[in-house]
Every structure is written in structure tokens, then in C-alpha cells.
């Protein structure tokens, strides 16, 4: 009777052990999944606006290039490219926007566009970035048209 007691006594220890050696394990990968989950974001999406420049003038039927490349350094979600009034509300008589959801750490926006007949005098093109985090910036470019 005194031999299944020391078994059973050397069991318990053994899986008392075993279960203190898993627990450590537990604890241990929980901090570092915190510890590189909780590393927060501190840094803004960039736009690197290469064509438009500010200020650059445009005549009904002459081609707008836009290039563009948005950057983050962690991961980026989505954009908004268009043309519209200083404040940003989109103009649809010129009819220019571009937006859609991204992925990756850089994305690059090529477009050729032909300015319309019957414009105003001058628009701006808003350019805006979200990242994955939340975090968005906006640039925009002044831009001249003439008859």
C-alpha cells in the first residue's frame, strides 16, 4: 500500500512540474506577443507628389500628369486621388478620381488625364493616404487652367 503512495506522490510532483514548465512557456510568449503587438505606430503615411507641380498651368485639351507615391512604415490601406475646390469637395464636371484600398508598405500612382473644355480658371488636386492604423495625411496641388 505504501508503494502506490510514493507512486502517486511522485506522479503528482512529475505532472506538478510539467504543468509550472508549460505555464512559464505561456507567460513567456504572451509577453512577447504583447510586447511586439503593442508596438505602436509612430510614424505618418508620406505622399511624394513627383507631377503636378504647385502652381502649373493647363489648357483645355492638354494632358495632366499625375505621379505619385505613397509610403508608410508599416502598412498602408487606402487612397483618394481628385479634382475639386480648395476645401476638397470633389467637382465632378471635371470628372477626375481615383480611390481604392492598398496593401504593402509603398504604392506608386501613374495616370495621364486630358484636361476638359469649358472649365474654371483654377482647381486643386487633393491627395490623400490612410494607413493601416488609422493615421491619414492630405497634400494638395494648386493648379491653373486657361481657355
Request: include cysteine.
Amino acid at each position: 500500500m505504501q508503494l502506490c503512495k510514493y507512486a502517486s506522490t511522485d506522479h503528482y510532483n512529475l505532472i506538478q512540474l510539467n504543468m509550472t514548465s508549460i505555464l512559464k512557456m505561456m507567460v513567456g510568449a504572451i509577453a512577447v506577443v504583447a510586447f511586439v503587438s503593442c508596438k505602436k505606430d509612430k510614424e505618418d503615411p508620406t505622399i511624394s507628389i513627383n507631377q503636378p507641380a504647385d502652381m502649373e498651368t493647363y489648357s483645355s485639351g492638354d494632358e495632366l500628369h499625375v505621379e505619385v507615391v505613397f509610403e508608410d512604415d508599416r502598412a498602408l490601406k487606402s487612397y483618394d486621388i481628385h479634382i475639386g475646390n480648395e476645401t476638397g469637395v470633389y467637382d465632378a464636371e471635371f470628372g477626375f478620381q481615383f480611390a481604392g484600398d492598398i496593401s504593402g508598405k509603398t504604392y506608386s500612382f501613374h495616370e495621364h488625364f486630358i484636361v476638359p473644355d469649358s472649365i474654371e480658371e483654377a482647381y486643386y488636386l487633393h491627395f490623400q493616404v490612410t494607413d493601416e492604423e488609422g493615421k491619414s495625411i492630405t497634400e494638395k496641388r494648386h493648379l491653373h487652367f486657361t481657355p
